[in-house]
């Protein structure tokens, strides 16, 4: 199976010019823990979280309506491609301890794959339980 028969192929996105406040606006609007960020030519630029709002915005005492994106996403961005192996893909999240991962071909985002994809699956439940737990490994707990 490949990622492209469980990504989503319809992103929502943020332009690197606007600011951290709409950033937070659309993750919470539908529900999501990151936005890619993309040029007008619909390449990758990087990708913004929520937890780079609050700790290279809000914490940093920046005023998310005036900071943009492009000074607190996160520019070195672990992807995948449509026709690589869902194995592999998994491999990459837990890896780089990511739970999405853009789908780009060409430099050009063409959807996401999260843990959630994979779970719904149900062929992939192994590999999203070992994965979200490879994730969780470095958490700290108090």
């Known amino acids: 199976m490949q990622v492209k028969d469980l990504m989503t192929p319809s992103a929502v996105t943020i332009s690197p010019d606007e600011s951290a406040e709409l950033a937070a606006r659309l993750l919470a609007r539908h529900n999501i823990g990151s936005l ?19 700790v290279r915005c809000i914490a940093a005492e920046y005023d998310p309506a005036e900071t943009k994106v492009r000074e607190i996403m996160t520019r070195a961005v672990v992807t995948t491609k449509p026709d690589d192996d869902l194995h592999e893909a998994t491999r990459l999240m837990a890896e780089d301890k990511v739970r999405r991962l853009p789908v780009v071909e060409d430099g050009v985002l063409r959807g996401m794959l999260s843990l959630a994809d994979l779970a719904k699956s149900g062929r992939f439940d192994m590999e999203a339980s070992r994965a979200l737990g490879e994730i969780s490994s470095n958490l700290r707990h108090p």
């Open 36 to 54: 890619p960020v993309c040029g007008a030519d619909g390449k990758l630029r990087g990708i913004v979280t929520d937890r780079d709002i609050v």
